[in-house]
Antibody, heavy 118, light 106 residues
Framework: EVQLVESGGGLIQPGGSLRLSCAAS????????MNWVRQAPGKGLEWISY????????YYADSVKGRFTISRDNAKNSLYLQMNSLRAEDTAVYYC???????????WGQGTLVTVSS | AIQMTQSPSSLSASVGDSVTITCRAS??????LVWYQQKPGKAPKVLIF???SLQTGVPSRFSGSGSGTEFTLTISSLQPEDFATYYC?????????FGQGTKVDI
């Protein structure tokens, strides 16, 4: 069974940094592309970052480019999101999601809440 | 980036009704479209991929159609557990982009 478990969320002051983690199990992690998707309270889904299986290719949404960094450790079956210079508008539930082969997100974690507030 | 325009933003329906949700892409995306269902406090769940392929385990009352720029999700006989928010996503080009969502309530 595919499982994705996010951790690392919490309350952080504006301008601060946070690192999210996603522990993957139930599939060959090193074979799949991964994403981070977020959802602000009461709002829709926003894709924010993608990483290829080998980490050779990464993409970011304009809203986080230059502030967030996606990475993965295939030996540890883990995905990460380093978030710097956090803003109030980054407040959201952050989901990690595994892509279908040659397609978009298929399996999702349960999400971790990040609240940026003073 | 490809823009996805989803309509309506909300609709009210009754058990047994047939409902249709539409997504329009700002440029042609072949059949590279996914439909998700999301319930409050839960992660999204794939219903349809490649515009019309039913995800394993999803009831057959859900169906998708379309290609190019216009797509529809139809729920043929609404059940109580179908009251949720539905999103489309284009997975044709990076960045992946979602529609704004359609909330289906009673």
């Amino acid at each position: 069974e595919v499982q994705l478990v996010e951790s690392g969320g919490g309350l952080i002051q504006p301008g601060g940094s946070l690192r999210l983690s996603c522990a993957a199990s139930g599939f060959i992690f090193s074979s799949y592309e991964m994403n981070w998707v977020r959802q602000a309270p009461g709002k829709g889904l926003e894709w924010i970052s993608y990483i290829s299986a080998s980490s050779s290719t990464v993409y970011y949404a304009d809203s986080v480019k230059g502030r967030f960094t996606i990475s993965r450790d295939n030996a540890k079956n883990s995905l990460y999101l380093q978030m710097n210079s956090l803003r109030a508008e980054d407040t959201a539930v952050y989901y990690c999601a595994r892509d279908r082969p040659a397609g978009g997100p298929e399996y999702w974690g349960q999400g971790t809440l990040v609240t940026v507030s003073s | 980036a490809i823009q996805m325009t989803q309509s309506p933003s909300s609709l009210s329906a009754s058990v047994g009704d047939s409902v249709t949700i539409t997504c329009r892409a700002s440029q042609g995306i072949r059949n590279d479209l996914v439909w998700y269902q999301q319930k409050p406090g839960k992660a999204p769940k794939v219903l349809i991929f490649a515009a019309s392929s039913l995800q394993t385990g999803v009831p057959s009352r859900f169906s998708g159609s379309g290609s190019g720029t216009e797509f529809t999700l139809t729920i043929s006989s609404l059940q109580p557990e179908d009251f949720a928010t539905y999103y489309c996503l284009q997975d044709h080009n990076m960045p992946w982009t979602f529609g704004q969502g359609t909330k289906v309530d009673i």
